[in-house]
């Protein structure tokens, strides 16, 4: 029971660095193309994960992290 907690919160933990990168790489491409004057231009998958990562985010902060 015990292992099984702490894998199952290390893979959480996993989740959300992978968010954050997730949400940190977008910021940075959206900055890029407003310097460029270019459109910023997501497709349904990209924005479906960039909207699950910011979702994830926000949970974890209001929800708290437990190790």
Known sequence: YKVIDILLN????????????????????????????????LDRPTLFMLGLSISYIILSIIDGIKI
Do not use: D, M, P
């Open 10 to 41: 290390k893979f959480f933990i996993l989740l959300l660095v992978l968010s954050i990168l997730n949400v940190v790489r977008h910021g940075f491409f959206l900055i890029r193309n407003l310097k460029e004057e270019e459109r910023f231009v």
